[in-house]
């Protein structure tokens, strides 16, 4: 690539990011589009622009407010997960900057001096344009000029393990204030045991439970629930759900309809048969109330019968304070210790209940199995996406889908489609991919939802590392240094997303509820944002003494995209679940990743740059893997686990058991639904979905 | 070798063996040498020959007595440490009894019918003779008579998975049996910390432990002891102890002399120079008097300097309900977690207290220098030797040291000397392995006695086989055929222990105190039993198939074994502590490993005879490899630590804390000698040497 080129290339996409912000300036003060730029904020209540100047559509008002806002924000608005994804952008911004200031002075001027031979390569062409000259390739072998290159590898592995020490510290902390906040947390009075063995006393589930628990902590322990198969009640449960969400849908539909010239309205009908299409036409507010009457005893009915007969081998146990729970979640209680295995309890909204009683040699052998699964699609995933390209071809088209014919057979179409279709299949599968680790990751067992992300994202992070040529090729000059503005500046905008939501409501949404769910904001997706980030500063650190032009680019990519999504966290997203910070370990493994892969390729290259100095670069590998020794002894446990000292903290008041064991019931075995002893009716409730509580406060006023 | 030549050799080493069991018989009888054959019972306060019928002088008597003692016995006598021994000797050979059994009717009939065409070694010899025609080399390359062989690998395996689980689950037993015993034992209500950080508050260490436990366990705490740095005040108390030792004996030597011609006596003297030889000569009594005067106040000034000046960053600290200490020591307790590093407590009796002040890294430091060295050792011990038999020529003996040379000149001693010096050096170095690995492993900061000799127990093994041509020589039709009826018969007649007393008493003993350190037998040494069983059963299983008739003498071997040791264990050896079978997962992963290394034998072997269904063979590994993961998922991780379920079980009594917290002072530190307020006089204590209590009071009657 030549230097101007690469120039336009780079100041288009900046241009067409800049219109972007532009246009995000303007449509986010339009009161009509508040719900899409500031849903983070409605859910909680707050007024979207309550503090902040964005109303006089100055478009750098956004970054103004990112920069003023602090970590605590963050936090009160986003929780810990998301603080400590800033975290992880502001130190891999500050590897690039630290780096980029002793690195881009010392060796561009070092390498362009450099009276290079003009090495010719195997074509005949002088191998180097302008932007090679600037890089390590372009020095002489043996060049003493090496030494500032070696020299620079040392500055950059020490600023890497600097803030990256830094960092592990302060997410250590961030996660003990979280933990030893005075708030109640449902999740820090309670802890998952699975594998309960068989108990041949002919004891119920909940009984065994109840006397092995007690008999240890005699004065600690609470209650304990046995988790159930809930398949059958979550069936008839959702079915309900649907009705009722009918029924509103409907009554809505009928109102609307009378006030129209026909005062009488029109009551909506649809057909029972196949997608409504078919079948027997009925009028849907009456067959739905029916429908409600019938379900509603056969839901209680369904919920007292799992309660006593669907017990499994996993239950919850409460205990009365949290530092009992932290301790017994860590502790060994059985002699067999493949049963009464424990842990500390996630939260709630993040219980995966189908995996909860999995027993342990199922999950190791489904873990190993999923291994097995993603390291032959990383090995072969070329393999279907072949056979897929091969089987749509256009002849193939034809032939299976002959309705095809007159739309392919015209010119336009056919090179389109000719040139595309394996790219297709291959964009395909990658925007699959997410979702199929995720996918395994769950099938592994894992107990909550954030591990199975943090999982997914190990594996989409493997994918993209070992399929290097995927990795270069996708990402390397192309989307790394370029087209990541447009990204950013998509994803400022959110343009998708509003025209969905202005489509939505216009035609499709009737009731509030319709309309809320139009708008409501999804989370970040760290599976897939994550790995990404991670791929886009392997390749940076390898290369940035190589080509040390690369670094500002990466620096520039890290900086952007901690304003952007400072911008998006704390007025977008509304995050799934809290994990407190449970990411980090995974975060700082792979930049160690990244940094090892940078030193043992320099180790290669001063070894083809025939320096006999190269050695020298050996102890940075090592240094590294000590530095992840120390790290991981010095920080890891206590991402694992709860401390004991963190959970020992005072409460600012006294544990109402009652709600905190009935937080984790399950929605389907609704506790307004039942007058079964355990599932009596509470006033209050732990504030588990505050954004959604807060929405419905708002609503009602 | 011939078998003529085998007979013979074990007919003899069989009939020395009777011949000791005879004289064991005769001399065990004889009151006087009851300190030798039964010094566990007096110990324990028992009559000598309660119960048995050894005094009818029959020298099967102790086969009687040994084959009807119970399980219990040996844990009541011995602990729990020694009935796993017994488990692990009686599962060794139940799988080579079981083995047999199918393997010598089967296999040996099949070898040695074989047609075999004289297959020809390159010495131009028939290379077999009878024995080996009982052997599976015996058979012809692709004889379909290897399906037999191919069936007994498999029959071995089962056996040994059987049992060895057998095993795992009766041991696992035994530990909940003892650790969930009514009785109070001190190291259950105590857990050792290490790594206490630097504390900036300006409080002392004991401040510090008090404060930061209190918080966490505010009912269950009871007290801290700051491990302090003994180095000088041990020092001055040896001196003190090593002063009265002296005095009394003096003082003996005093009395004694009153009774002969002279009733004035003769008041013993020594000199105070060189080896007592050189200097001043000086009144024993008076001048240890004198000294005892003179170093008791300095040893109460250096006890309190000591616990207020020298303490280290760790402790011991006690609760006061074994369930809180057992839960405690299992805990991540602080946000750094390489600082307030827990464990379960050793007992008093196995702390190795200068090891308890190592700081995290040094610990890990030093782990991994030490198994440096033994890799060196492993692979290069040859090399020292090499050189000391060099140094250790005649030339250079008669060189180094001329005085020897009249004694080296005569003929026969110079014969002798030529043949056996480098075996010699040989020797001595095996000899001075065990001591040498067991420094290392303490070298390495683990925190108990019964630690470092497991892990120099590994040591050893690896040793043993890694060394295999060592190994093999020593073993092999030698050692493990034949010559082991003799170590058996000396074991069993303890010859020279007896002889050792017999002398010492003679010429040595003064007071009752040097009688008792005469007799006072040692522990079993597992740290060279083990590993050389082990050994042993390495061999034999690998030769089981190939060479069946090597079974009957590892079942011998075994058998014999657990007979001699019964007997041992219930008369003789007294065990300095008690880890209630932390070695079990030691034996067991070793004897998987042997199981292992048949296998894999097996593989090669029978590819060598070009049996062309021996990838059948191949998953035997696998299933061992499976066998072991599942045993120590289930099993291990009861052994590494109190499962909460087996300390929560009732004590017979209220535990008296300030005698638990006493029983783990250092003698140095000796209560009885301060007014500190932590050491004031207390009239019992926990029995943690049963043995010398039981003597003291014994003695007193």
């Known amino acids: 690539m030549d230097f101007s080129s690469f120039l ?196 119920s589930r909940n009984e065994q439970v109840d006397t092995y628990f007690k008999s240890m902590y005699p004065e600690t322990y609470y209650k304990s629930m046995v988790v159930t198969d809930n398949k059958e009640v979550n069936k008839i449960y959702e079915e309900l759900e649907a009705c009722k969400k009918k029924v509103r849908r409907a009554e809505s539909i009928y109102s609307d309809s009378k006030k129209e010239p026909n005062p009488q309205g029109v009551r909506p009908t649809h057909r029972l048969g196949f997608l409504g299409l078919l079948g027997k036409e009925v009028d849907t507010i009456d067959y739905c109330n029916e429908k409600i009457h019938e379900l509603t005893p056969k839901l ?60 342990y040699y199922a999950r190791e052998i489904r873990q190993y199995v999923v291994y097995l699964i993603v390291f032959l699609t990383i090995c072969f995933y070329m393999i279907p996406i072949g056979l897929i390209s091969a089987l749509t071809t256009l002849a193939n088209l034809k032939k299976l889908a002959p309705f095809l014919k007159p739309v392919v057979d015209q010119a336009e179409i056919r090179t389109v489609l000719e040139a595309y279709l394996p790219q297709i299949a291959l964009i395909v599968f990658l925007a699959l991919l997410p979702k199929f680790l995720l996918f395994l990751s769950k099938a592994e067992g894992i107990p909550s939802e954030s591990h199975a992300v943090r999982a997914a994202s190990g594996k989409y992070f493997y994918f993209s590392v070992l399929n290097v040529k995927y990795a270069i090729c996708r990402l390397i000059y192309t989307v790394s240094n370029l087209r990541f503005f447009v990204g950013y500046g998509l994803e400022l905008s959110r343009i998708v997303p509003l025209i969905i939501f202005h489509l939505k409501r216009k035609y499709l949404c009737k009731t509030e509820a319709d309309l809320k769910e139009a708008w409501l904001p999804a989370e970040l997706g760290y599976a897939t944002k994550v790995p990404t980030d991670l791929l886009i500063l392997t390749i940076v650190i390898c290369y940035s003494v190589i080509a040390p032009l690369i670094i500002p680019f990466g620096a520039i990519y890290f900086g952007l995209g901690w304003l952007v999504f400072r911008n998006q966290i704390l007025k977008v997203y509304v995050p799934k679940y809290e994990s407190y910070g449970k990411m980090w370990p995974h ?41 992840a020794f120390v790290c991981s002894k010095k920080f890891y446990g206590f991402f694992q686990t709860t401390g004991i000292e963190v959970a020992s903290h005072d409460l600012k008041e006294t544990p109402n058991m009652d709600l905190i064991f009935k937080s984790f019931i399950p929605p389907s075995l609704n506790p307004d639904k039942l007058d079964d002893e355990r599932l009596d009716d509470g006033g209050a409730s732990y504030d588990l979905r505050p954004g959604l509580d807060a929405y419905a406060q708002t609503q009602d006023v």
Chains 1, 2 share one sequence.
């Open 8 to 203: 336009t290339s780079l100041s288009t996409s900046f241009i067409i990011f800049v219109i972007l912000m532009i246009l995000f300036a303007w449509l986010s003060t339009k009161p009509g589009n508040a719900v899409v730029y500031y849903p983070n904020r409605i859910l909680k209540g707050m007024d979207p622009w309550e503090g902040s100047r964005s109303k006089t559509r100055n478009p750098f008002a956004w970054i103004r407010e990112a920069l003023s806002s602090s970590e605590q924000d963050v936090i009160a608005m986003s929780g810990v997960d998301s603080a400590v994804f800033f975290v992880f952008l502001s130190t891999v911004f500050g590897i690039f900057v630290l780096s980029g200031i002793v690195l881009l002075p010392l060796l561009l001027p070092i390498a362009i001096t450099e009276r290079n031979a003009g090495i010719v390569d195997s074509t005949g062409k002088n191998a180097f344009d302008d932007l090679d000259k600037l890089s390590m390739a372009h020095l002489n072998n043996r060049s003493a000029r090496l030494w500032a290159f070696m020299a620079s590898c040392y500055w950059v592995s020490f600023v890497s393990y600097f803030l990256l020490w830094r960092a592990y510290k302060h997410v250590s902390d961030l996660r003990a204030t979280a933990l030893k906040s005075p708030e109640v947390k449902p999740e820090q009075f309670a802890i998952l045991v699975r594998d309960i063995p068989y108990s041949s006393e002919g004891y």
């Open 587 to 627: 975060l700082h493994v792979r930049i160690l990743g990244a940094l090892i892969l940078f030193q043992i390729t320099m180790v290669g290259y001063f070894s083809i740059k025939e320096f006999i100095y190269s050695p020298l670069i050996i102890p940075l590998p090592i240094f590294s893997l000590l530095f």
């Open 300 to 359: 209680e009915a369904a919920q007292k019968e799992t309660l006593r007969e669907k017990q499994l081998a996993s239950a919850l146990v409460f205990f009365n304070n949290r530092t009992t729970a932290a301790a017994a979640g860590q502790c060994v209680h059985s002699q067999i210790v493949d049963t009464w295995t424990v842990m500390n309890a996630p939260e709630s909204r993040q219980l995966l209940w189908t995996n909860l009683s999995k027993t």
